[in-house]
Every structure is written in structure tokens, then in C-alpha cells.
């Protein structure tokens, strides 16, 4: 399939993917936000002849994925202004190819992100990088580029696919929220995932483990042989160096989180701290397709002939206490108040850190969006 072809004076068309599965709109469209101009090799060419577009190459984790896909190829211009082009490609199937998908939040380290990665090579590393903004020292941020400019050059350099994702990392929500989404969304594609605890601070260490063993990823800590003394050794090395260091699996134990219901109830009450009340999370079960909650029993109708009305709103708020805000309350994860005739549920600290820990929460084109800068 062809586009017209364009004048030195148009824009460069750009390519859009979209996919019917979450977790593989995901796989695609991050790397995609990547750069502008794009355009692609291997098993797409053929469905691809726009001029002038920049070379920039779909990952091979993505590409030896495409060629299983039934694909749907469309041009489509603006008629009136013929000013660009969108090649719109509709996945529809694709099966999971296992890979190997590491989790690296990175401070001022180097060795210890690079050390297990050259041995066994994985698909795919995130880097979670610290969050541009107003709030820390300039000189921090600058350290952290030159740190996150060496390790991923380095990674490049073994042919291994580098995204970095911003992310406040001297938050413990934050990191929790972006290591758990991340996790989630690679598993959804049958990806085996990793995470090093070891190349960042104490406080970015603890949530990345804690959403690592509630997914059942292999937390893993890079051992140093020694700390580093000058500042090119820093430079060189990051604050530790490491030669022939050990790398420790962590084991796993179980977190007793709650049901996707449940989970879906706190994730809605954790972007509204200020309260909801009973018939917002029955929307919530009934959007998730909770049993017992298909009909909307506000929208049936409310007069004396049909009493059906009160006897469903009266299963639902009966089922969506006992069942389900009873249970969180007890856990310590919500609290109740009565308001008038309802009752509001708001979220307690618990709360916010197991919603956290669902994966749910995580906004991907926030924590990207230091790629378009």
C-alpha cells in the first residue's frame, strides 16, 4: 500500500499502531511516542512506501511479534489539506512470545544496573529515572542524566531496548505506583519480569520490592566489591563498583492483597479523596462487570408500578457492603461516614498503598513524557 507522494514542503507522515489487547497496545505504543517521524523495517516494509520519513526502527522484541499478526493496513489523509498521512495498522491477534523484561530504578549507579544485564541479556529494560520538575536541586537532575546517559548507551550498545520512565523516586507511592504498572502491563503480555532493588537509594529500594513480590516478579540485589572514592571513579562506576559481585535473588512471599473487585473499588476511591458514595461504586462493579451489578438500577423506573426499582438498588448497596466495603473497612483500607440518607466511603493511608501496588494507577504518558522533549 502506497501514499501519495508529498512535496518537500509537507510534513513527514507519522505511524500509528492500535491494538485491540491493553497489554499489546501498550507493547507498541510507547516506543512509538518515541520520535516524531517514524517508519519501519523488516515484515512491515512492504506495507509501507511514505517518502521522507526518518529511520527509526521498531524494536526487534516488537518486530518478530508482527509477522504473526493479522494486519490492516489504511492510508489516511487529510482530503481536503493533504497534509499528512497516518498509516493505520489494526492488530488483532498476536501470540505471546515470551522475553525477558528488566525493571531498573536508577540513581547515581552504574555498575550495579549493568552488571546482571550483560550476562543475560533481556528484551527490554525500563529505567525508572528521576521525575523532571521544579522540586529538587538542578545539580541532582544533571547527575542523574549523566548517570542515565551512561547506562543507557551502555544497554544500546548490547542491543537491548532501553525505556526510560520518569518517576519521583524519592516518593514511595510514586515508585510503587510506575514499578507495579510497569510490571502488570509486561505480564499481561506473558513477559517474565525482574527487578533490581540495588541501583538506587534505600527508600526507592523498598517500593520497588514491595511491587515486585506482590506480582511475583524476581526482585533481585547486584553485591559491590567496593564503594567508589573519586569522582571519576563516579563518573566511571557510579557509587559502587562491581567486578565479579554476586547478584541475589530475592524469594518471593505471598501478599494478601485484595480481590480485582475490591481493587478496582480502591483505585477509584484513591483518585477521589474526598469521598464517594454508594452509587459511584456501584458504577465502578457494574464498568468492571461484577456479577450482580449488570443492571443500573437508577435507570429503571420509579413509580409504584414498578417496584423493581427499590428491590435492585436494595440488593446492590446490601451486596456492596457485605461483600465488599465491609471487608476493606475491617482491612483498615477504607473508612466509612454516614451522610444523611447514604453512606461515603473514603480512602485510608493503607489503602492508597494497596491501590498503589494494583498497577492500576500508573499514568504511562506522564511517566514518558520527558521522551518529547
Same mark, same amino acid.
Given at each position: 500500500?502506497?501514499?501519495?507522494?508529498?512535496?518537500?514542503?509537507?510534513?513527514?507522515?507519522?505511524?500509528?499502531?492500535?491494538?485491540? %489487547?491493553?497489554?499489546?497496545?501498550?507493547?507498541?505504543?510507547?516506543?512509538?511516542?518515541?520520535?516524531?517521524?517514524?517508519?519501519?523495517?523488516?515484515?512491515?516494509?512492504?506495507?509501507?512506501?511514505?517518502?521522507?520519513?526518518?529511520?527509526?526502527?521498531?524494536?526487534?522484541?516488537?518486530?518478530?511479534?508482527?509477522?504473526?499478526?493479522?494486519?490492516? +493496513?489504511?492510508?489516511?489523509?487529510? @482530503? !481536503?489539506?493533504?497534509?499528512?498521512? %497516518?498509516?493505520?495498522?489494526?492488530?488483532?491477534?498476536?501470540?505471546?512470545?515470551?522475553?525477558?523484561?528488566?525493571?531498573?530504578?536508577?540513581?547515581?549507579?552504574?555498575?550495579?544496573?549493568?552488571?546482571?544485564?550483560?550476562?543475560?541479556?533481556?528484551?527490554?529494560?525500563?529505567?525508572?529515572?528521576?521525575?523532571?520538575? !521544579?522540586?529538587?536541586?538542578?545539580?541532582?537532575?544533571?547527575?542523574?542524566?549523566?548517570?542515565?546517559?551512561?547506562?543507557?548507551?551502555?544497554?544500546?550498545?548490547?542491543?537491548?531496548?532501553?525505556?526510560?520512565?520518569?518517576?519521583?523516586?524519592? !516518593?514511595?507511592?510514586?515508585?510503587?505506583?510506575?514499578?507495579?504498572?510497569?510490571?502488570?502491563?509486561?505480564?499481561?503480555?506473558?513477559?517474565?519480569?525482574?527487578?533490581?532493588?540495588?541501583?538506587?537509594?534505600?527508600?526507592?529500594?523498598?517500593?520497588?520490592?514491595?511491587?515486585?513480590?506482590?506480582?511475583?516478579?524476581?526482585?533481585?540485589?547486584?553485591? @559491590?566489591?567496593?564503594?567508589?572514592?573519586?569522582?571519576?571513579?563516579?563518573?566511571?562506576?557510579?557509587?559502587?563498583?562491581?567486578?565479579?559481585?554476586?547478584?541475589?535473588?530475592?524469594?518471593?512471599?505471598?501478599?494478601?492483597?485484595?480481590?480485582?473487585?475490591?481493587?478496582?473499588?480502591?483505585?477509584?476511591?484513591?483518585?477521589?479523596?474526598?469521598?464517594?458514595?454508594?452509587?459511584?461504586?456501584?458504577?465502578?462493579?457494574?464498568?468492571?462487570?461484577?456479577?450482580?451489578?449488570?443492571?443500573?438500577?437508577?435507570?429503571?423506573?420509579? %413509580?409504584?408500578?414498578?417496584?423493581?426499582?427499590?428491590?435492585?438498588?436494595?440488593?446492590?448497596?446490601?451486596?456492596?457492603?457485605?461483600?465488599?466495603? @465491609?471487608?476493606?473497612? @475491617? %482491612?483498615?483500607?477504607?473508612?466509612?461516614?454516614?451522610?444523611?440518607?447514604?453512606?461515603?466511603?473514603?480512602?485510608?493511608?493503607?489503602?492508597?498503598? +494497596?491501590?498503589?501496588?494494583?498497577?492500576?494507577?500508573?499514568?504511562?504518558?506522564?511517566?514518558?513524557?520527558?521522551?518529547?522533549?
Amino acid at each position: 500500500m502506497s501514499a501519495p507522494a508529498q512535496t518537500s514542503a509537507e510534513p513527514k507522515p507519522k505511524l500509528e499502531i492500535g491494538c485491540t %489487547d491493553p497489554g499489546v497496545r501498550f507493547c507498541l505504543d510507547h516506543r512509538l511516542e518515541r520520535s516524531r517521524c517514524r517508519s519501519v523495517r523488516g515484515p512491515l516494509r512492504p506495507l509501507l512506501r511514505a517518502p521522507a520519513v526518518d529511520r527509526t526502527v521498531l524494536p526487534r522484541s516488537v518486530r518478530s511479534r508482527l509477522p504473526f499478526a493479522r494486519l490492516h +493496513a489504511t492510508a489516511v489523509g487529510a @482530503a !481536503d489539506h493533504n497534509d499528512f498521512y %497516518d498509516i493505520m495498522l489494526n492488530i488483532e491477534s498476536m501470540p505471546g512470545l515470551i522475553e525477558d523484561v528488566h525493571v531498573v530504578p536508577l540513581g547515581h549507579e552504574v555498575d550495579r544496573a549493568l552488571a546482571p544485564l550483560g550476562r543475560h541479556r533481556p528484551s527490554r529494560v525500563y529505567l525508572l529515572t528521576l521525575i523532571e520538575n !521544579d522540586r529538587y536541586d538542578p545539580d541532582l537532575h544533571a547527575k542523574q542524566r549523566m548517570y542515565t546517559e551512561r547506562v543507557a548507551s551502555a544497554l544500546e550498545a548490547l542491543a537491548i531496548e532501553v525505556v526510560p520512565l520518569q518517576t519521583d523516586l524519592f !516518593d514511595l507511592l510514586d515508585v510503587i505506583i510506575v514499578t507495579a504498572g510497569v510490571i502488570v502491563a509486561e505480564q499481561a503480555l506473558g513477559n517474565r519480569v525482574s527487578v533490581n532493588m540495588s541501583a538506587a537509594g534505600r527508600l526507592t529500594s523498598v517500593g520497588a520490592t514491595l511491587a515486585g513480590m506482590a506480582h511475583g516478579a524476581q526482585v533481585y540485589y547486584v553485591g @559491590a566489591n567496593r564503594y567508589t572514592e573519586t569522582e571519576g571513579e563516579r563518573q566511571m562506576h557510579g557509587l559502587s563498583i562491581c567486578e565479579d559481585s554476586g547478584i541475589a535473588p530475592f524469594t518471593n512471599f505471598r501478599f494478601r492483597l485484595p480481590g480485582a473487585a475490591s481493587m478496582a473499588l480502591l483505585v477509584e476511591l484513591c483518585r477521589h479523596p474526598g469521598g464517594r458514595d454508594t452509587r459511584h461504586l456501584r458504577r465502578v462493579l457494574r464498568e468492571s462487570g461484577v456479577p450482580g451489578f449488570e443492571t443500573d438500577a437508577g435507570a429503571l423506573p420509579h %413509580d409504584r408500578d414498578h417496584p423493581s426499582r427499590r428491590s435492585e438498588e436494595t440488593r446492590q448497596l446490601m451486596t456492596l457492603e457485605k461483600r465488599y466495603m @465491609a471487608r476493606l473497612i @475491617a %482491612d483498615g483500607h477504607v473508612d466509612r461516614e454516614r451522610q444523611g440518607r447514604r453512606n461515603r466511603y473514603t480512602i485510608t493511608e493503607s489503602g492508597r498503598y +494497596a491501590a498503589a501496588i494494583s498497577g492500576l494507577l500508573w499514568d504511562r504518558d506522564r511517566s514518558m513524557q520527558s521522551q518529547h522533549t
